[in-house]
């Protein structure tokens, strides 16, 4: 007989203690547990990390920012943030529906390694760290290294993902986000780009871009990050955003979404999009 | 450390009140609050936080409760639809609304939606239009299209008149029951506790298989009461809707023809289903080569499904009128095309559900389905039983669109109570739902079309391939009704049209609205567009000048001497067509961007009725002592209104005002059989039998009475008062004699429409009526990405006379979304798509305004002229869009979906996008 147990501990270190006693399965908002049958017929002993109100919140930390694990989408979308902040605010807003902002976790999105993670691209493009905790350890890993494949996360037995943490951000950096969906609600992404551009005096000095859906793992573009640094806000407009160069890290894949070849044009477009209308935005201080 | 809480009792607020459960680890809140709580009005349509019908408050904020676990929300506020009706004003005005919109036709998807829109309208009690979308947008909803939804949430003024009578727009005479979210629906009538059943099913599209020990099996596993397979089937295991055809087993024998076929079914306790796995059943499957589209199908050497159909050829149907070819030859203009479409699923909100039980030796049916008495003829033959013995009782139904017209989980019921003597119940799950039941047939079809240099048409040659799937199902009927149909509502003196339904391995294709006639408007209301063009003529005065009239002969050679309204509904389309074309372009010359809009037009029509063949209604009244008027309505209401609109045809017949009625929905022990509901025909046929039946009880009371027939009767408590010339009379019932089923006076009538058979070349009367449609539809391409956004439809419907202005605009907008969603997203691909984020339908924020002129030519054979409608709201919509995109881009996509990937395929040139 298996154990049918379900542990809601209110404290991360139970959950560490719970953790070491043998393979549990975490629950956190449970919009990919529950369909993927984690909770059906030959589910594990269940740990919710519901009840632990530490892993909620997004706050100060030092120089930079720190995400709670358990941040709601609907946490990040309705906070008053910093422009940079943008692009995950978008893309929070894009996550599925407002029921399921309301229940999704950051690291959630993060933990299921689906290759359309919406929260991806953008945390990419925030630098954001993953902070992993376990009995008497902690360690953090960057996002781009914690994500390894399809499915595929850097979390070891009896470890839990407990924040995200964001060096300090570029000052008067914008995020953006541009998704792509075949509907306006409740869609995976065909692919979805994210930008978090600056401009000092009239130049493009930050540009970070992401993006999603068109490889095993969303990826960061740093040949198109190199070319546009530098760029002249004012010169955008006629960036040659089509060079294949810049979308070497990209495998798209054809599937029931779109295929392979359109998924990079579209990409190329996404990104046009979303440093255009980054840069606009930095225009607007 | 926390000790494990498994078991233990967890407390939350329910509704305003403390409840203490002890769920399971993992327990899903949807099914605590359901099987636990008894609140069946939180409705579960995909468990997967993919449709939102199980939308509940926690705490205030909206989550899907399949979603949560039980334990999550330990000490928290839950809010249901149920406890929201009872105390919270916000929803009460909902309530009305909703009413007042007509914003829920099954009524499925309303607990969703109201809930959702209880949360936004705390936060902000007058949103925009934008605002009201991203709060709803998590609940699908496939029956409205969404506009009344919008409008009932924004509390835009209602249409209502109050008029309970023909040509009344009044409230749904069912729609309290929905929006209070106590409609009963497959799954929320079996006691909690009652044992399940689960389906065995093939996970190959064609596989052979073996059984292990089943009775070992069943006795070694806990909770296992029996397992059923074909050895336990009395009768013969066979069913299918058109009894020539019927080639469909309950449970296959030897092989298994599509993935998702089910081979055995296992009865178990609730806690043993919830453990259950498929691979926990002894059945072994030996994966054999298939056959998935028609071309493999046709094959020599192809493995066959069925004998004798050789060459996987199950039908053709055929219509010839005239010399096509001859016609072609001499055309001044001749356009051809290849078009094909995917399987379209239904996807109702609410999965094929219900439950059994014995009464007696009787075994009584709970379920949701579109076809009570098709349903039961069904069991008599596969239980071997009479059909004293059987009884349906139907549910609500949460949408059906053709595909609960075939039995699901009838027989597996039946067999299970019979069996074990105990009540069973089964809900499908969202997969199995889409794995098993029908789809909308795959089409492949060629079409030429010509016309002279007048612009006249001048020759039209169809040639179809159906991919009907691995059983007939519906399939003959698509190849028969779409010869009959593909010419479109125009003149065509020399046609030629053959369609055939062809076997795969594919799930079996069948009824979906229209059965085949939406595919092939595609093909030829796209041809008319290039026609047009070509011809440098104006799409729509090309149509125009084309469209039937009155005593013109069909290409069935059937000569209508009334009652054709296409022409009217395509001039009814002149001004918004003029307008939105310069709108659109005086729209592109002002882009230096990506977008384009475009206006496209495209018409259809449909016959009412079975094709040429009988399709007959009852419907049966009678009079109570206490001066109540009680109606046997027997056409299943599945959201259309059937329940409002027969009941406004019978009270005006009588001369009582429609809602004092006392309905009696389709139970066969009760009430008599009024049809399918299916081909459009229940407000024509049953509408027609609703009105005979009025007038004849009017009849017998006024003949009571010695009244003439200008009296105005009134029914009061125990008597019935006729008013005649000042001069009133009073017919005490107390006094008259009951009889058997406790009325004084009852009358019972039957409509059957006239039609004629069809010769071998397509030539008779196949239908006594048909409706006619014409929509406008706008677009904007983003032509970077190929995105398609439908900016407003504009849709003119010949109704003949709309009994339910209100009801007629919601079908009109319902069948526009399907017809979105066939135009622009939906594929099923089976082992692909089987779920509702892999298939998508439209959600709130795809369907734009809809503006619908209602055109009314009156029909002889309808009841005060009415023409069916069901199915014509869906016909133009998808080739309006395609000839919206061509008019936007330049470009002819000729197959459906036209997914973002495919049309910017198509805008670079690349054919094989």
């Known amino acids: 007989m298996p154990d049918l147990s379900i542990l809601s501990p209110d404290r991360l270190e139970d959950a560490l203690l719970a953790l070491q006693g043998g393979t549990m399965d975490i629950l956190a908002g449970g919009t990919d547990f529950f369909p993927a049958g984690r909770a059906g017929p030959g589910r594990k002993p269940i740990l919710d990390l519901s009840q632990i109100a530490a892993l909620r919140g997004i706050a100060r930390d030092g120089a930079g920012w720190r995400i709670g694990a358990m941040t709601r989408w609907s946490d990040i979308w309705r906070m008053d943030l910093p422009p940079a902040f943008a692009g995950l605010q978008a893309a929070a807003r894009e996550v599925g529906s407002i029921q399921i902002q309301n229940s999704g976790t950051v690291a959630g999105n993060i933990c299921n390694a689906s290759p359309a993670a919406d929260g991806m691209p953008p945390l990419l493009t925030l630098e954001a760290e993953v902070e992993i905790a376990a009995q008497g350890a902690r360690r953090r890993v960057p996002l781009q290294e914690f994500v390894t494949g399809v499915r595929k996360i850097d979390l070891r037995p009896g470890e839990i993902v407990t924040a995200l943490h964001l060096p300090e951000l570029p000052e008067g950096a914008v995020g953006r986000f541009e998704k792509l969906g075949s509907r306006r609600y409740l869609v995976i992404s065909i692919s979805m780009v994210s930008a978090l551009i600056g401009v000092t005096e009239g130049r493009i000095s930050t540009a970070r871009v992401a993006v999603g859906a068109a490889s095993p793992v969303a990826q960061r573009l740093p040949a198109l990050e190199a070319a546009l640094t530098g760029v002249a806000a004012a010169d955008l407009a006629t960036f040659a955003f089509d060079d294949p160069a810049f979308y070497q890290p990209l495998s798209p894949i054809d599937d029931v979404r779109g295929s392979g070849a359109y998924r990079r044009e579209a990409v190329a477009e996404l990104c046009r999009r979303a440093i255009l209308s980054a840069c606009e935005g930095c225009g607007d201080d | ?913």
């Open chain 2, 1 to 913: 450390m926390t000790d494990p809480i498994s078991k233990v009792k967890l407390g939350f607020t329910l509704n305003g009140a403390a409840v203490e459960i002890a769920p399971e680890a993992g327990e899903r809140l949807s099914q605590s609050l359901r099987e636990r709580l008894g609140r069946r009005d939180v409705k579960i349509g995909c468990d997967a936080g993919d449709c939102g019908a199980c939308s509940v408050l926690i705490e205030g904020e909206n989550h899907c409760a399949c979603l949560v676990a039980a334990h999550q929300v330990q000490g928290l506020r839950v809010e249901t639809l149920a406890g929201l009706v009872e105390r919270e004003p916000i929803t009460q005005g909902l309530m009305e609304r909703f009413q007042d919109h007509g914003a829920a036709q099954c009524g499925i998807c309303t607990p969703g939606m109201m809930v959702s829109a209880t949360a936004l309208l705390r936060e902000e009690p007058a949103p925009s239009d934008t605002q009201i979308e991203d709060a709803l947008g998590g609940v699908l909803c496939r029956c409205t299209g969404y506009r009344k939804i919008i409008d009932a949430v924004a509390g835009r003024a209602p249409r209502l008149d109050g008029r309970a009578e023909v040509g009344g727009a009044i409230r749904r005479l069912d729609g309290l029951a929905k929006v209070r979210g106590e409609e009963r629906f497959g799954d929320d009538v079996a006691p909690q506790g009652t044992l399940e059943l689960v389906v065995i099913r093939s996970p190959h599209a064609r596989a052979g298989f073996e059984f292990g020990d089943l009775e070992a099996w069943a006795a070694a596993t806990p909770g296992v009461v029996t397992v059923l397979t074909a050895a336990d089937i009395p009768g013969e295991n066979c069913f299918g809707v058109i009894p020539p055809f019927a080639d469909q087993p309950v449970f296959a024998e030897g092989e298994a023809r599509f993935r998702g076929e089910a081979v055995a079914a296992v009865v178990l306790t609730p806690e043993a289903r919830r453990d259950f796995a498929q691979g926990d059943f002894p059945v072994t499957w030996q994966e054999r080569p298939a056959v998935m589209g028609v071309a493999e199908a046709r094959e020599e050497g192809a493995p066959q499904l069925h004998e004798g159909r050789a060459g996987n050829l199950m039908i053709t149907g055929f219509v010839a009128r005239g010399d096509a070819e001859a016609a072609l030859g001499r055309a001044e203009v001749v356009v051809e095309g290849r078009f094909e479409s995917g399987f379209v699923e239904h996807a109702y909100i609410e999965p094929e559900a219900g439950f059994a039980q014995m009464a007696g030796d009787k075994v009584e049916i709970h379920a949701c389905t579109q076809a009570p008495v098709m349903d039961l003829e069904a069991l008599e033959i596969i239980l071997g039983m009479d059909r004293s013995r059987i009884r349906i009782v139907p549910t609500g139904v949460g949408g059906g669109f053709g595909s609960k017209l075939d039995i699901s989980v009838q027989p597996f019921l039946a067999l299970a109570a019979l069996k074990t003597g105990q009540p069973v119940r089964i809900a499908y799950s969202r997969t199995e739902s889409m794995q098993s039941t029908t789809k909308r047939h795959p089409s492949q079809i060629h079409l030429r079309i010509g016309a002279d240099g007048e612009g006249r048409l001048c020759g039209f040659a169809f040639d179809g391939d159906f991919n009907t799937g691995a059983y007939a199902s519906w399939g003959p009927t698509v190849a028969n009704r779409v010869p009959v149909h593909a010419s479109g509502p125009y003149q065509l003196g020399d046609y030629r049209a053959e369609a055939r339904g062809i076997h795969t391995h594919c799930p079996p294709s069948g009824a979906f609205r229209g059965f085949g006639v939406p595919q092939a408007a595609i093909a030829q209301e796209s041809l008319f567009d290039e026609l047009a063009g070509k011809l440098g003529l104006d799409p729509l005065e090309f149509r125009i000048q084309n469209a039937l009239r009155d005593g013109v002969p069909t290409v069935c050679g059937q000569v209508f001497g009334q009652g054709v309204g296409i022409g009217a509904c395509l001039e009814a389309l002149r001004p918004a067509w003029a307008e939105l074309r310069a709108e659109a372009e005086a729209f592109n010359l002002d882009q230096a961007g990506p977008l384009r809009r475009g206006v496209g037009v495209a018409a259809g029509w449909y016959g009412c009725g079975n094709t040429s063949l009988p399709n007959p209604s009852t419907i049966r009244a009678g009079l109570r002592p206490d001066g109540q008027v009680v109606l046997h309505q027997g056409a299943m209401d599945i959201g259309q209104g059937a329940n409002t609109v027969i009941s406004q045809v019978f009270a005006s017949a009588l001369g009582l005002a429609a809602d004092r009625l006392v309905l009696i929905g389709a139970d066969t022990d009760v009430t008599p059989d009024a049809g399918k509901t299916s081909a459009s025909r229940q407000t024509f046929v049953s509408g027609n039998a609703a009105k005979l039946c009025g007038a004849a009880l009017r009849g017998e009371i006024l003949r009571a009475m010695n009244a003439g027939e200008g009296a105005v009767l009134r029914f009061e408590a125990g008597a019935v008062l006729a008013e005649e010339n000042g001069r009133q009379q009073r017919l005490d019932l107390a006094a008259l004699p009951m009889d058997d089923l406790g009325y004084v006076m009852r009358a019972e009538e039957t409509y059957d429409p006239p039609t004629k058979p069809l010769d071998e070349n397509g030539q008779g009367e196949p239908y006594a009526q048909f409706g006619y449609a014409a929509h406008l539809a706008m677009v904007e391409v983003d032509t970077r990405l190929g995105t398609v956004r439908a900016r407003k439809f504009v849709a003119a419907h010949d109704v003949g006379r709309a009994i339910n202005p209100m009801l007629v605009e919601g079908q009109i907008e319902g069948g526009i979304a399907q017809g979105l969603g066939m135009a622009l997203m939906e594929e099923y691909l089976p082992g692909r798509t089987e779920n509702l984020h892999d298939y998508l339908i439209p959600t709130i924020g795809d369907i734009p305004p809809v503006q619908s002129l209602i055109i009314e030519v009156p029909d002889a054979h309808g009841p005060y002229g009415a023409k069916g409608l069901g199915e014509h709201v869906l016909i133009p919509t998808a080739p309006a869009i395609l000839n919206a995109i061509a008019h936007a881009t330049g470009v002819r996509m000729r197959s459906v979906p036209v997914t973002p990937s495919k049309l910017a395929a198509a805008l670079k040139g690349d054919k094989n996008g």
